[in-house]
């Protein structure tokens, strides 16, 4: 069921079918006088990809007849619907930039089967022009990075190789990546004549302290680093300057005040939806304006675009330069990805008649975003012995959700508030944003019963950021367990005392007030309250473990706790530093593989075989009982 199966069943199916070559760039001109005039280009880009290749399901609002909106089910996403989208644009639009602006990797069975291959494979049907990393393309240190460049730059028949680009990471001597050519600080590419510099920057701290890069292999400042090349850059005469960010919309838009000389930023890391305000009437809540337009460091005029996450949109921006090489004018749209195959979100609802279907796609083509797209039939060829062997793997339902399980990394409404794909149902409840993420605490819950049953447990510590995707009513496959929880870890018991604890869940807090809501913790058996206005050491109170009895009794400073986690906390790794302190025979490695742990944990829910129910846990078993920002 796991991942010894994985490459079995992926040679099988992959040894007997055939993969052609990809669709290439059609720009094969590249002229070498540079000319001083206006000009236009228009990019083209997602980010935070993570793995996800197949369409998935998108609810809706939707007008069925006038002034009457229903909750409609349709197809979205999918990597072979941006190859279609992406190609056709860059065959029609003038002077296209294809980028993809990180994190491609980690977050799919497809990852789990050939860590990277099938990613690289669908990306070259693409044939983008740029590629910067994300913190998850560390996942599985250099060596798992390395063979992902590798297959970006071997799969495929594109003419013009993707640029992987990282301004600020420099490659210890232990990398196979030392000293190598294959991650460049920057690449310049030309369109009618004019050089435009493309720069990358990977988000430092959380790389380094949230991923595994090799030990050696650091990562500098971001805005010091882009402030160095941007003027290198321009004293080569070259100026019109694009940063690809994986760092984050709102340390996106610092950098955008902060650097002179800066025009773009195409962004990843927060899976960001910027898009027309409008937007909300589907039941789709964006954060912000596509482009958001704003003032570099001299005064000039700095787009900042991002596009969600998982393949759901192509970010498509215009942007015009005059000819001192300033942004005259940036527009443009965040194209949401869908079909035309509506239904009725409702079970057993009536079909959709035709006078209904016209008013939707009506409604669809007046809202400035969501856009009819069909699958790429060749990005569909090179996909399909991927997706076979995903299949095979994952095809066996191991539980039902007697309801929708929201995904949220922080309680509250102004932190991560558009992370959950189920839409306002979840990113608007009440509920999430007092208390967060209904499968956060059932993956907590799930620890701690496991770690109950191999050295009786405590209490169970999990990050926010490490549990990856909803959980909507309806059928729990294997395939989505391993989606939810789609890194490599293994659950580490832990012997800590209760100040032990109280420091770790303060440092992870700590991370969070400075913007890395993936810090925030979840656990099972200890519960707290939240007030962010506090300084730090004082932002978590009330530590109240539950007994054996069920009783919450409050955490003893002095006491020793049986605690379970993960090894990648338990490393110290995404900030919570006070853990990596416990060592020696204070630190047991279970072994146990943490999607395997909370698969255990379903087999053993109430019910029958094939049809455990999956529903979320009392009130008083949520971590966060009260939460102020």
Same mark, same amino acid.
């Given at each position: 069921?796991?991942?010894?199966? @994985?490459?079995?069943?992926?040679?099988?199916?992959?040894?007997?079918?055939?993969?052609?070559?990809?669709?290439?760039?059609?720009?094969?001109?590249?002229?070498?006088?540079?000319?001083?005039?206006?000009?236009?280009?228009?990019?083209?880009?997602?980010?935070?990809?993570?793995?996800?290749?197949?369409?998935?399901?998108?609810?809706? *609002?939707?007008?069925?007849?006038?002034?009457?909106?229903?909750?409609?089910?349709?197809?979205?996403?999918?990597?072979? +619907?941006?190859?279609?989208?992406?190609?056709?644009?860059?065959? &029609?639009?003038?002077?296209?930039?294809?980028?993809?602006?990180?994190?491609?990797?980690?977050?799919?069975?497809?990852?789990?089967?050939?860590?990277?291959?099938?990613? @690289?494979?669908?990306?070259?049907?693409?044939?983008?022009?740029?590629? &910067?990393?994300? #913190?998850?393309?560390?996942?599985?240190?250099?060596?798992?990075?390395?063979?992902?460049?590798?297959?970006?730059?071997?799969?495929?028949?594109?003419?013009?190789?993707?640029?992987?680009?990282?301004?600020?990471?420099?490659?210890?001597?232990?990398?196979?990546?030392?000293?190598?050519?294959?991650?460049?600080?920057?690449?310049?590419?030309?369109?009618?004549?004019?050089?435009?510099?493309?720069?990358?920057?990977?988000?430092?701290?959380?790389?380094?302290?949230?991923? $595994?890069?090799?030990?050696?292999?650091?990562?500098?400042?971001?805005?010091?680093?882009?402030?160095?090349?941007?003027?290198?850059?321009?004293?080569?005469?070259?100026?019109?300057?694009?940063?690809?960010?994986?760092?984050?919309?709102?340390?996106?838009?610092?950098?955008? +005040?902060?650097?002179?000389?800066?025009?773009?930023?195409?962004?990843?890391?927060?899976?960001?939806?910027?898009?027309?305000?409008?937007?909300?009437?589907?039941?789709?809540?964006?954060?912000?304006?596509?482009?958001?337009?704003?003032?570099?460091?001299?005064?000039?005029?700095?787009?900042?675009?991002?596009?969600?996450?998982?393949?759901?949109?192509?970010?498509?921006?215009?942007?015009?330069?005059?000819?001192?090489?300033?942004?005259?004018?940036?527009?443009?749209?965040?194209?949401?990805?869908?079909?035309?195959?509506?239904?009725?979100?409702?079970?057993?609802?009536?079909?959709?008649?035709?006078?209904?279907?016209?008013?939707?796609?009506?409604?669809?083509?007046?809202?400035?975003?969501?856009?009819?797209?069909?699958?790429?039939?060749?990005?569909?060829?090179?996909?399909?012995?991927?997706?076979?062997?995903?299949? *095979?793997?994952?095809?066996?339902?191991?539980?039902?959700?007697?309801?929708?399980?929201?995904?949220?990394?922080?309680?509250?409404?102004?932190?991560?508030?558009? $992370?959950?794909?189920?839409?306002?149902?979840? #990113?608007?409840?009440?509920?999430?944003?007092?208390?967060?993420?209904?499968?956060?605490?059932?993956?907590?819950?799930?620890?701690?019963?496991?770690?109950?049953?191999?050295?009786? @447990?405590?209490?169970?510590?999990?990050?926010?950021?490490?549990? $990856?995707?909803?959980?909507?009513?309806?059928?729990?496959?294997?395939?989505?367990?391993? &989606?939810?929880?789609?890194?490599?870890? &293994?659950?580490?018991?832990?012997?800590?005392?209760?100040?032990?604890?109280?420091?770790?869940?303060?440092?992870?807090?700590?991370?969070?007030?400075?913007?890395?809501?993936?810090?925030?913790?979840?656990?099972?058996?200890?519960?707290?309250?939240?007030?962010?206005?506090?300084?730090?050491?004082? +932002?978590?109170?009330?530590?109240?473990?539950?007994?054996?009895?069920?009783?919450?009794?409050?955490?003893?400073? #002095?006491?020793?706790?049986?605690?379970?986690?993960?090894?990648?906390?338990?490393?110290?790794?995404?900030?919570?530093?006070?853990?990596?302190?416990?060592?020696?025979? +204070? $630190?047991?490695?279970?072994?146990?593989?943490?999607?395997?742990?909370?698969?255990?944990?379903?087999?053993?829910?109430?019910?029958?075989?094939?049809?455990?129910?999956?529903?979320?846990?009392?009130?008083?078993?949520?971590?966060?009982?009260?939460?102020?920002?």
């Amino acid at each position: 069921m796991t991942n010894k199966y @994985a490459k079995v069943i992926y040679g099988i199916v992959f040894s007997s079918m055939i993969l052609v070559g990809c669709h290439d760039d059609k720009d094969d001109e590249k002229p070498s006088v540079i000319s001083k005039k206006p000009l236009e280009v228009n990019i083209l880009h997602i980010n935070d990809s993570h793995s996800h290749l197949d369409e998935e399901t998108l609810q809706l *609002l939707l007008e069925t007849s006038a002034g009457t909106r229903e909750s409609i089910q349709v197809s979205n996403g999918g990597f072979a +619907r941006v190859a279609a989208f992406i190609n056709e644009l860059a065959g &029609t639009e003038k002077n296209p930039i294809k980028i993809h602006a990180g994190d491609a990797l980690t977050g799919d069975l497809y990852f789990t089967l050939k860590e990277g291959e099938a990613e @690289a494979d669908l990306m070259n049907t693409v044939c983008f022009d740029s590629f &910067t990393l994300g #913190n998850h393309e560390f996942d599985n240190a250099d060596a798992g990075l390395k063979k992902f460049i590798d297959f970006l730059n071997n799969k495929g028949n594109c003419k013009n190789k993707t640029q992987v680009l990282s301004a600020n990471v420099q490659f210890g001597a232990s990398s196979p990546l030392y000293k190598s050519d294959l991650v460049k600080p920057y690449t310049i590419i030309e369109r009618e004549g004019q050089k435009i510099a493309l720069i990358g920057l990977t988000i430092a701290d959380k790389t380094k302290n949230a991923s $595994r890069p090799n030990a050696d292999t650091i990562f500098h400042d971001e805005r010091v680093t882009a402030q160095k090349y941007i003027d290198q850059l321009k004293q080569q005469g070259i100026n019109k300057i694009i940063v690809q960010s994986h760092l984050g919309y709102g340390l996106e838009q610092e950098l955008a +005040r902060q650097l002179s000389g800066v025009d773009v930023i195409v962004g990843g890391d927060s899976h960001t939806l910027l898009a027309d305000s409008k937007l909300k009437n589907y039941g789709i809540s964006p954060e912000g304006n596509y482009p958001t337009l704003l003032k570099n460091k001299d005064g000039d005029q700095v787009c900042v675009v991002q596009a969600w996450q998982y393949a759901y949109v192509v970010g498509q921006l215009k942007v015009n330069f005059d000819a001192d090489g300033k942004v005259s004018n940036c527009q443009g749209r965040a194209n949401v990805l869908i079909d035309d195959n509506f239904k009725r979100s409702a079970k057993d609802a009536m079909v959709l008649n035709s006078q209904e279907l016209a008013m939707i796609r009506q409604d669809v083509a007046q809202s400035n975003t969501l856009k009819i797209v069909k699958p790429d039939p060749y990005a569909l060829r090179i996909l399909e012995p991927y997706s076979i062997a995903k299949a *095979l793997l994952g095809q066996e339902k191991v539980a039902i959700a007697e309801d929708n399980l929201c995904l949220r990394r922080v309680p509250g409404s102004s932190k991560d508030t558009s $992370r959950s794909v189920l839409g306002d149902v979840c #990113n608007k409840s009440d509920f999430i944003h007092q208390h967060g993420g209904d499968v956060q605490q059932l993956v907590a819950e799930a620890f701690l019963q496991q770690g109950k049953k191999y050295f009786k @447990a405590d209490i169970s510590i999990q990050n926010g950021g490490g549990v $990856r995707v909803d959980l909507p009513k309806g059928n729990i496959t294997v395939e989505k367990i391993y &989606t939810v929880l789609p890194f490599k870890n &293994t659950l580490v018991q832990l012997k800590a005392t209760g100040q032990e604890i109280k420091a770790v869940l303060e440092d992870a807090m700590d991370a969070v007030v400075k913007n890395n809501s993936g810090s925030y913790p979840y656990a099972g058996g200890l519960t707290w309250h939240v007030d962010l206005t506090q300084a730090k050491g004082q +932002r978590i109170s009330n530590l109240q473990v539950r007994n054996a009895q069920g009783q919450y009794q409050a955490l003893n400073p #002095n006491q020793y706790y049986q605690v379970i986690t993960i090894n990648f906390l338990a490393d110290g790794q995404d900030f919570y530093s006070s853990f990596k302190n416990i060592t020696g025979d +204070r $630190r047991v490695d279970v072994g146990l593989d943490y999607a395997e742990a909370f698969l255990q944990y379903i087999e053993n829910l109430a019910g029958n075989k094939g049809a455990k129910q999956l529903k979320r846990l009392a009130t008083e078993q949520y971590s966060t009982q009260r939460y102020k920002e």
